[in-house]
């Protein structure tokens, strides 16, 4: 089983930037995979981003492509989504995911979900 447990949201001016740390405990696997998804009011669950945990490979999400960049730290068990200039439509509540493989953009394929933060980005 893995735990995972988000931070770092708040309330921004657009063109600003927060960092969301996501962290993982447990049974942490080396060969996992951590994404960013977020939930909009009224809208679907969308992905955002994610990391392979061995080699590190990244994939994003057309809409914040150049503006968030994911990172992870081996030692903590972290994931981070570090995001510039924020914009009013990346308003949302942000979770955290992982799964016992290849990262993917499709939410189904998350085994395991954080409690989510929330993000507002005013304008």
């Known amino acids: 089983q893995v735990q995972l447990v988000e931070s770092g949201g708040g309330l921004m001016q657009a063109g600003g930037s927060l960092r969301l740390s996501c962290a993982a405990s447990g049974r942490v696997f080396s060969n996992y995979a951590v994404a960013w998804f977020r939930q909009a009011p009224g809208k679907e669950r969308e992905f955002v981003a994610a990391v392979n945990w061995s080699g590190g490979s990244v994939i994003y999400a057309d809409s914040v492509k150049g503006r968030f960049t994911i990172s992870r730290d081996s030692g903590k068990n972290t994931v981070y989504l570090q995001m510039n200039n924020l914009k009013s439509e990346d308003t949302a509540v942000y979770y955290c995911?992982?799964?016992?493989?290849?990262?993917?953009?499709?939410?189904?394929?998350?085994?395991?979900w954080g409690q989510g933060t929330q993000v507002t980005v005013s304008s």
């Open positions: 995911a992982a799964r016992v493989a290849m990262a993917t953009v499709f939410r189904e394929g998350y085994n395991y």
